[in-house]
């Protein structure tokens, strides 16, 4: 979560820049793909600390043609989730930014985002330090040497400052769901990223894996199945 500037400025570069690409164009071509910020209003009481200066926002990394995000859970699993672009649950859409252009294969995509996936477990989320606007920066830079805007996450940034400038409706994501894994083969992938058969994690012990199995709103997000370094 994040603020917004109420600055001109800010809000023109939102707005130009979701329309610098089209559907067409988020999808795998000769291995390359644009790389966007997908910004998503977390209360409509954004519609009036607007003016104020302030927005509190969730954001995802849209990637061949799958927007990625991070969410909140109990577990030390993935909390790292992909869902239609522009349409994660629990969420109003904003505004998209093209950040950039990768130029690798959708295969090589899914090890990194699998890779992120083992760095972002849905129990080490923190709306200050470690929120989904942390997950999208990092993706970004990752991806290609880029930061996103700086006002999608100046919320958590004014909070590590003074944690009273937090309403206490804030303290816990809106993207608080139980992971049911999906793991994907390269083909599967490249066609579509959408397909997916179901994962069970040999670690889980059977109550974790009964709630885990569970899980409400399985069918708008999947969540990323971590790579393991062996």
Known sequence: MGAESASSSSNSNCNSSSL???????????????VVLNVYDLTPIN?????FG?????????????????????????????AEPKSCPGFIYRCSINLGQIHISPSEFRTFIE????????????????????????????LIGK????????????????????????????????????ECSEDEFADSLSTATPYRSPETDDEQEKHLLSSSGAEDVTFIKESHVR
């Not at 610098?20 to 644009?34: A, L, R, T, V």
């Not at 519609?47 to 003016?51: G, I, K």
């Open 20 to 34: 610098q690409y089209g559907e067409d164009d988020i999808s795998c071509k000769n291995n390359s793909s644009f």
């Open 47 to 51: 519609n009036y600390m607007y003016w």
């Open 54 to 82: 302030f927005g509190i926002f969730h954001s995802g990394i849209e990637v061949y043609g799958k927007e990625y995000g991070f969410g909140a859970h109990d577990f030390p699993a993935s909390g790292v989730f992909e």
């Open 115 to 142: 890779n992120m996936a083992s760095e972002y477990h849905g129990d080490t989320y923190h709306l200050i330090s470690k929120n989904c606007n942390h997950f999208t920066n990092d993706v970004s830079y990752r």
């Open 147 to 182: 930061r996103t805007p700086g006002w999608v996450n100046r919320l958590a940034k004014l909070g590590a400052l003074c944690s009273c400038l937090l309403p206490e409706c804030l303290q816990v994501t809106s993207v608080k769901q139980l992971p049911e894994y999906h």
